[in-house]
């Protein structure tokens, strides 16, 4: 027989699971209360390393549900989504996300789902890689200087501290350089 379970996640302090726990009431599922986990912690944060997620894995067994009111509460990243959900199939539990009609996500239409949201996120993933190329050519088109800004001190200013028997460190210090600078000018 299966059993419900719920995860529940917001990412900070200031939020509360209150209204997730209101939606699954109002779909019409009924978790008992210690099969509900609720975790604070962001979503950029994988499935697996979040202590509240270990805890309901520890708890659910083949043939259970989980349910989530939306994908996000699995994860920002459709990657790390598509692998939890495919993990828990293995498993033996179905996965229902409220949001997209309760759909069970280890179903066939559920994983040509996760597929179309998958190829989605690529898709956007792209188009974002593609803008950001286009806003660097024209940066530099308009002759602006991109990446790292030139040190202002040059390897004469370190190589005259050098020669005053300074220690790299002393030199970092008496210039306003990192280390990393110091020494990248220091044999040259």
């Not at 917001?10 to 009431?25: A, F, H, I």
């Not at 994860?75 to 997209?100: F, H, P, Q, W």
């Not at 190829?119 to 308009?142: C, M, N, P, S, W």
């Not at 005259?160 to 008496?174: F, P």
């Amino acid at each position: 027989m299966s059993r419900a379970f719920l995860y529940a996640r917001v990412s900070t302090d200031g939020q509360t699971t209150s209204n997730q726990l209101v939606e699954v009431k109002a779909s019409g599922f009924e978790i008992q209360p210690q099969r509900i986990i609720e975790e604070v912690i962001s979503g950029s944060i994988s499935a697996e390393d979040r202590p509240g997620f270990s805890r309901l894995l520890d708890k659910m067994e083949p043939e259970d549900i989980l349910i989530v009111t939306k994908l996000d509460r699995l994860g920002r990243n459709a990657m790390d989504v598509r692998m939890t959900v495919e993990k828990l199939a293995r498993s033996g539990i179905r996965v229902y996300c409220l949001a997209l009609g309760g759909a069970d996500l280890t179903s066939p239409a559920g994983k040509m789902t996760m597929s179309v949201l998958g190829a989605v996120a690529e898709f956007e993933r792209d188009l974002l890689i593609e803008r950001t190329q286009a806003g660097l050519t024209r940066a530099k088109q308009a002759g602006k200087k991109l990446g790292r800004p030139e040190a202002t001190l040059t390897t004469r200013d370190v190589q005259k501290k050098k020669s005053l028997d300074k220690t790299q460190s002393e030199v970092a210090r008496e210039l306003g350089l990192g280390i990393a600078t110091v020494k990248r000018h220091w044999n040259k």
